[in-house]
């Protein structure tokens, strides 16, 4: 399974059975260019434009962007609600936390979310390998709010999104903090690559490990 960065909330997770685009961005909303790409299944986390690009992706066999437990082409994905804010959606509405299964793995994918987790959704999400997570604030929790949150799920390894980078729309990028902002506050030193891969059998860290996923 190896999993790469499109920018902004945007994954491309590749396994076995199927490929799988979290959260597609519109270029003209965000500045940022989305590749080409093509994927089995996409997952929106809400319906704003630099998260809902479905037709950025093609080949597109299965969208996911409702609540609920779905099983496609080998990938199981759960799906839960949450906000977009932490005033139950009154400023910025829903937003889903979709947690997916494949070899062997759990990956867990935030979407926008806009507030600390209660126990429910803790219990819902359960143990996770792989966590990505919004850091850049504003429109999402913030760093050091991410870092509270990074530590309730306990993940062996999580990987920062929704931040500043270079290329945003400048009205966009002047709302965002830096990612590092999200490394100095989880104290960890990060480990920056192209791509994660992973392998049925791999060992992960017994200790969280910070990934900073260049884009591709």
């Known amino acids: 399974m190896d999993i790469i960065y499109y920018g902004h909330s945007c994954f491309k997770i590749s396994g076995k059975s199927a490929s799988l685009v979290t959260d597609p961005f519109d270029p003209e909303s965000t500045g940022l260019k989305l590749p080409k790409t093509s994927?089995?299944?996409?997952?929106?986390?809400?319906?704003?434009?630099?998260?809902?690009?479905?037709?950025?992706?093609?080949?597109?066999?299965?969208l996911v962007q409702n609540p609920g437990e779905y099983e496609i082409r080998g990938i199981s994905i759960l799906a839960f609600p949450s906000?977009?804010?932490d005033t139950h959606?009154?400023?910025?509405?829903?937003?889903?936390?979709?947690?997916?299964?494949l070899e062997g793995f759990r990956i867990a994918h935030l979407g926008d979310l806009g507030h600390k987790l209660d126990d429910t959704m803790l219990s819902n999400i359960g143990d996770i390998d792989v966590l990505m997570i919004p850091v850049g604030g504003t429109y999402t929790i913030d760093a050091?709010?991410?870092?509270?949150?990074?530590?309730?799920?306990?993940?062996?390894?999580?990987?920062p999104m929704h931040f500043r980078s270079p290329g945003l729309k400048a009205e966009l990028a002047e709302k965002l903090q830096p990612v590092d902002d999200f490394i100095k506050?989880?104290?960890?030193?990060?480990?920056?690559?192209?791509k994660l891969s992973l392998k049925q059998g791999t060992l992960l860290p017994e200790d969280l490990k910070l990934i900073i996923l260049d884009r591709s």
């Open 39 to 62: 994927a089995d299944i996409v997952t929106c986390s809400h319906t704003h434009s630099d998260h809902n690009f479905v037709s950025g992706v093609s080949d597109v066999h299965k």
């Open 83 to 85: 906000f977009h804010d």
């Open 89 to 101: 959606g009154t400023e910025r509405g829903e937003n889903i936390i979709y947690v997916y299964e």
């Open 144 to 159: 050091e709010t991410a870092v509270q949150v990074t530590q309730a799920i306990e993940p062996r390894i999580v990987i």
């Open 185 to 194: 506050a989880l104290g960890r030193t990060e480990e920056h690559t192209k």
